[in-house]
């Protein structure tokens, strides 16, 4: 039983040597140079301040206005159907996660009575324009920091301005396109 044990253990030995001289030997045979400058620059704020330009992309969304000459309500409907799951759109429609949509574009912003909008979107005050709109849909987590609003934001301009425009059809007034 010893002698077993003794197999054993000089095989788990010589394999270590084995494995430890490889490495030895790798490092004689190849020389690695560590470059002068990466291949690679990661771009970072100094400081701790806002990210660089992201060459030349718009810090916001593009303005509503032109955009609104081109959207297509049904198209806007589709997309919003990802708007369903916390919103109704139907006039007199009940509150869900999220309040009624239906006359929201030309209301006031917490135009739902009884609905519990967050404090920092009933500080932001004022009427939903679409300007307004166009800022919130893009990012409603800057628009508004604090906003109960789970969602990530539509970046794409036309889809943007599509749902602004599928949101314009639920009145019985609709506002005017914006010049």
């Known amino acids: ?6 197999k054993i253990f000089g095989a788990v030995l010589l394999a270590g040597l084995i494995a430890m001289l490889t490495g030895f030997a790798s490092q004689v ?3 690695s140079k560590t470059p002068e400058k990466n291949a690679f620059v990661v771009a970072t704020p ?3 301040a806002a990210p660089a330009d992201k060459g030349g992309a718009p810090a916001g969304p593009a303005p509503i206005a032109p955009l609104m000459a081109s959207a297509d309500a049904g198209a806007g409907q589709g997309s919003a159907k990802a708007c369903a799951a916390c919103h109704s759109f139907d006039k007199g429609g009940a ?5 009624n949509l239906y006359g929201i574009l030309g209301g006031p912003k917490g135009h739902m009575a009884g609905f519990g909008y967050s ?3 009933v500080k932001t005050g004022g009427q939903w324009t679409y300007d307004e709109l166009n800022k919130f849909l893009y990012d409603p987590k800057a628009y508004a920091p604090g906003t109960k609003m789970t969602f990530a934001g539509i970046k794409k301009d036309a889809d943007r301005a599509n749902v602004i425009a599928y ?3 639920l009145s019985d ?3 005017p396109l914006p010049q």
């Open 46 to 48: 100094a400081g701790g």
């Open 119 to 121: 404090d920092a979107l």
């Open 1 to 6: 039983m010893s002698m077993e044990l003794n």
């Open 95 to 99: 509150n869900k996660v999220g309040p």
């Open 167 to 169: 949101l314009r059809s």
């Open 173 to 175: 007034s609709p506002q």
């Open 29 to 31: 045979l190849v020389h």
